[in-house]
């Protein structure tokens, strides 16, 4: 049976269109991102502007058509952080019932988290690993899930995210060292309270800011999913990415070979993430999967 779903993220949204059989997804048909920046500027004024709306509602209305014209039976659109906080939400989840004829339903962070974690370890044999940790670094807030064997033990949402932290932070041209900081006092405040009930044997980082540091890692000319997937991200190479970053402008990043110049202003941030996740949950290396939400959400429907 062919269903779809389409993720509203805080920076992206995301469109998975599959074949789903006997509780696996048996044959993927389209899996697409577009980068919307729905949370543009949330962090300042608490709403979503008029642009962000517009652009956002536009995409997510073209994807439910293009699943209906797909054949799929069952559709479902899921939001996260930006639709949980804004003060303007309701606008934005009124115009997509209206257009779609579809109920946008606003994930909790813990729900985000386990759907998020199922996603990503379907693409896996990671359920005999004792003990793990996904990492899913968003546009506005990261997802921390410890699980031993499968069964998940522990489960945190972070309300800082790739967008919130480099607007916060990183807005300028070219990062000073103060921003660098000033960023790295945050996360560890941030992470300091998101307790790692155990150390994890396993990290899986998913997420836009994951595969896209694949992909640099990877030097891809057009980024590849399968090649993406399971790719094994080093500690040294994460710090060597930041450096990287870091010393380049925008216009720079935006050049680098593998990275998607839409993804340069929020990169750096999303490492700076995923470094310190890491940290946290006491893994000195992680591996990118290229499932996720949308995976997770494609499984309980």
Aim: with cysteine; glycine share 10%.
């Amino acid at each position: 049976m062919i269903k779809a779903v389409i993720d509203i993220g805080t920076n992206s949204i995301k469109y998975l269109l599959a074949d789903v059989c006997c509780g696996d997804i048996s044959a993927v048909h389209k899996d697409w991102v577009k980068i919307t920046r729905l949370g543009e500027g949330l962090g300042k004024t608490g709403r979503i502007s008029p642009q962000a709306l517009l652009r956002s509602a536009e995409t997510a209305e073209g994807f439910v058509l293009d699943a209906k014209t797909s054949g799929a039976a069952e559709i479902r659109i899921v939001g996260t952080m930006a639709l949980r906080t804004a003060l303007n939400a309701e606008d934005f989840l009124r115009r997509i019932r209206e257009r779609t004829g579809i109920e946008a339903e606003v994930l909790s962070g813990e729900d985000e988290a386990v759907l998020s974690f199922l996603g990503a370890l379907s693409g896996f044999d990671q359920w005999k690993v004792k003990n793990c940790c996904m990492i899913d670094t968003g546009g506005g807030s990261t997802e921390l899930v410890f699980a031993r064997e499968g069964e998940i033990v522990c489960r945190s949402s972070l309300k800082i995210g790739a967008l919130t932290l480099t607007e916060k932070y990183f807005s300028k041209d070219v990062v000073s060292r103060e921003d660098l900081v000033n960023a790295d006092n945050e996360l560890k405040a941030l992470f300091a309270e998101a307790r790692a009930p155990f150390r994890a044997e396993t990290a899986v980082a998913i997420g836009g800011n994951a595969t896209a540091m694949a992909s640099v890692f990877k030097r891809m000319e057009k980024y590849d999913p399968t090649e993406a997937h399971g790719t094994i991200l080093s500690e040294e190479e994460i710090d060597r990415q930041i450096g990287e970053y870091s010393a380049a402008s925008r216009g720079e990043r935006r050049k680098m070979t593998g990275l998607d110049p839409e993804r340069a202003d929020i990169i750096l941030a999303g490492a700076c993430i995923i470094r310190y996740a890491m940290k946290s949950c006491g893994c000195s290396e992680a591996v990118v999967s290229d499932r996720g939400l949308r995976h997770g959400v494609l499984l309980n429907m």
